[in-house]
């Protein structure tokens, strides 16, 4: 049986179309829910902080070219300041390509770091996974309901350096077609403080009513093993959920089972179980 190739396989002509087709088919969709899309910014920070956290800009990965994390510095300067201040009211729903738009020369954007295929590659505006990561991270530790989230298809490109977070809580979009979205189906108010330093990119989740809720992620049984030549990262992603006045842990739920390829060398890695 011969596999016939999908029309956006063809040529870059019909991967164009297919990708054009998708960014259209998801404006019209917007257009249905545009009131309920978060689109209000107040100046001042809500009082309650729920979470904050902050990712290193300039990471060691790999052999990634230097210019490529300096001008991911840039785009991440660019975007955050698209998000910062928005609030999240009752019901509505928080979308990243709404607020950050296209990313693109004539707004300032440079040629960064991006992942395609399974690859790393360049590309204009490079490094927005980066920030989704980072609304994610702080997500989870919310009442929030994540509605659209994507990964980048279980594999593992770069070795661990000053890991802050358990691997495979990561984000994955393309505009627009590919967003982060989640809804707030609680009766608070919640808003994202996001803004760039010279090293961190920094994030905020604020309120204007304390959760009765507290989250903890952590990863479990982590292990490599090695399956026809191949190797690949283990383990499974856990997040509690536990009353902030008994600290009972009342749910734990499975967010993410890794069987990861690993795209690095992995001569250092102590333990890899051969299956």
């Given at each position: 049986m011969v596999n016939r190739k999908l029309f956006c396989q063809i040529s870059p002509?019909?991967?164009?179309?297919?990708?054009?087709?998708?960014?259209?088919?998801?404006?019209?969709k917007n257009l249905a829910i545009h009131n309920k899309i978060a689109s209000k910014k107040i100046k001042d920070d809500l009082p309650i902080l729920i979470y904050k956290h902050k990712s290193l800009i300039r990471r060691k990965l790999g052999n990634v070219d230097i210019q490529l994390q300096d001008n991911k510095a840039i785009n991440l300067n660019l975007a955050s300041a698209k998000v910062n201040k928005i609030t999240i009211g009752c019901g509505e729903t928080f979308s990243f390509w709404s607020l950050v738009g296209s990313c693109t020369e004539k707004k300032g954007y440079k040629?960064?770091?991006?992942?395609?295929?399974?690859?790393?590659?360049?590309?204009?505006?490079?490094?927005?996974?980066?920030?989704?990561?980072?609304?994610?991270?702080?997500?989870?530790?919310?009442?929030?309901?994540?509605?659209?989230?994507?990964?980048?298809?279980?594999?593992?490109?770069?070795?661990?350096?000053?890991?802050?977070?358990?691997?495979?809580?990561?984000?994955?979009?393309?505009?627009?077609?590919?967003?982060?979205?989640?809804?707030?189906?609680?009766?608070?108010?919640?808003?994202?403080?996001?803004?760039?330093?010279?090293?961190?990119?920094?994030?905020?989740?604020?309120?204007?009513?304390?959760?009765?809720?507290?989250?903890?992620?952590k990863s479990e049984n982590e292990f490599f093993t090695k399956e026809n030549d191949e190797v690949f990262r283990n383990g499974k992603v856990y997040r509690n959920k536990i009353d902030k006045e008994t600290?009972?842990?009342?749910?734990?739920?499975?967010?993410?089972?890794?069987?990861?390829?690993?795209?690095?060398?992995?001569?250092?890695?102590?333990?890899i179980i051969n299956n």
């Amino acid at each position: 049986m011969v596999n016939r190739k999908l029309f956006c396989q063809i040529s870059p002509t019909t991967y164009k179309i297919a990708v054009f087709k998708c960014i259209m088919v998801r404006k019209l969709k917007n257009l249905a829910i545009h009131n309920k899309i978060a689109s209000k910014k107040i100046k001042d920070d809500l009082p309650i902080l729920i979470y904050k956290h902050k990712s290193l800009i300039r990471r060691k990965l790999g052999n990634v070219d230097i210019q490529l994390q300096d001008n991911k510095a840039i785009n991440l300067n660019l975007a955050s300041a698209k998000v910062n201040k928005i609030t999240i009211g009752c019901g509505e729903t928080f979308s990243f390509w709404s607020l950050v738009g296209s990313c693109t020369e004539k707004k300032g954007y440079k040629k960064g770091l991006t992942i395609s295929s399974g690859k790393t590659t360049s590309g204009i505006g490079g490094g927005m996974c980066q920030f989704t990561n980072l609304i994610h991270w702080m997500i989870l530790h919310t009442d929030m309901e994540i509605v659209e989230h994507h990964h980048h298809d279980q594999i593992d490109l770069f070795p661990d350096y000053n890991r802050q977070i358990p691997f495979g809580t990561g984000t994955s979009i393309v505009y627009n077609y590919l967003d982060y979205r989640f809804i707030n189906n609680t009766n608070n108010v919640y808003q994202l403080i996001t803004y760039t330093d010279d090293t961190y990119l920094c994030g905020e989740i604020r309120s204007d009513n304390y959760q009765k809720f507290k989250y903890h992620i952590k990863s479990e049984n982590e292990f490599f093993t090695k399956e026809n030549d191949e190797v690949f990262r283990n383990g499974k992603v856990y997040r509690n959920k536990i009353d902030k006045e008994t600290g009972i842990v009342i749910e734990k739920k499975l967010i993410r089972d890794n069987h990861a390829k690993v795209m690095y060398d992995t001569e250092n890695i102590d333990l890899i179980i051969n299956n």
